[in-house]
C-alpha cells in the first residue's frame, strides 16, 4: 500500500499559479513513478503529467506543457505539481497517483491513487 494525500488546491484567479503537493507514506517512494491526473464536472478523468522515480523522466500533456512542472522530492516522499498561467479550464479535481511502471502511471492504470484536492481557476 502506498497511501497518498494532496494538498495545495484552492481558488486562484485565471494567470495565477498554485503548487500542489502528494505526499506519500512508505520507504519505498522513489522505486514508484508518479503521476498527477484530474477531472473535471462532467468529464472523464485525464492524464496531466508523470515522473519516474529517479526524477529523470517526465511526460506532459499537450495542454499543459510550458505551464506545468511535476517534480518530486524523494527524501521527503513528496510529489510536486507547479501550475502557472491557470486558466479557468484548468478547474478540476486533481488526483496524484503512483505505480511501479512508469507507462501504467502515463495510461491512468495506476495501483495508487489520491483522494484529490480541487482546483478552481476564476475568470
Known amino acids: 500500500q502506498v497511501p497518498l494525500v494532496e494538498s495545495g488546491g484552492g481558488l486562484v484567479q485565471a494567470g495565477g499559479s498554485l503548487r500542489l503537493s502528494c505526499a506519500a507514506s512508505g520507504r519505498t517512494f522513489s522505486t514508484y513513478a508518479m503521476g498527477w491526473f484530474r477531472q473535471a464536472p462532467g468529464k472523464e478523468r485525464e492524464f496531466v503529467a508523470a515522473i519516474s522515480g529517479s526524477g529523470g523522466i517526465t511526460t506532459y500533456a499537450a495542454s499543459v506543457k510550458g505551464r506545468f512542472t511535476i517534480s518530486r522530492d524523494n527524501a521527503e516522499n513528496t510529489l510536486y505539481l507547479q501550475m502557472n498561467k491557470l486558466k479557468p479550464e484548468d478547474t478540476a479535481i486533481y488526483y496524484c497517483?503512483?505505480?511501479?511502471?512508469?507507462?501504467?502511471?502515463?495510461?491512468?492504470?495506476?495501483?495508487?491513487w489520491g483522494q484529490g484536492t480541487q482546483v478552481t481557476v476564476s475568470s
Open positions: 497517483a503512483a505505480d511501479a511502471r512508469y507507462g501504467t502511471v502515463v495510461i491512468g492504470r495506476a495501483d495508487y
